[in-house]
């Protein structure tokens, strides 16, 4: 039985992957690592529009 998902969010990891980018490319101080979170699934919570961007995103 599964409980719940761990779900990450792509979005957010390629904005902020290139905002540390393009800080250390102008040579500030970026941290080693960039936590950029992660969501549970749960049946109680899969129909909030959040958790529903996450999992259905809208491909343009």
């Given at each position: 039985?599964?409980?719940?998902?761990?779900?990450?969010?792509?979005?957010?990891m390629?904005?902020?992957?290139?905002?540390?980018a393009?800080?250390?490319?102008?040579?500030?101080k970026?941290?080693?690592?960039?936590?950029?979170?992660?969501n549970?699934?749960?049946?109680?919570?899969?129909k909030?529009?959040?958790?529903?961007a996450?999992?259905?995103?809208?491909?343009?």
């Open positions: 039985v599964i409980s719940g998902l761990v779900v990450q969010d792509p979005y957010r390629g904005y902020d992957g290139i905002k540390t393009l800080a250390a490319s102008k040579g500030e970026v941290e080693a690592n960039v936590d950029t979170g992660a549970l699934v749960t049946k109680d919570n899969m909030d529009p959040k958790i529903d996450l999992l259905n995103p809208k491909l343009n």
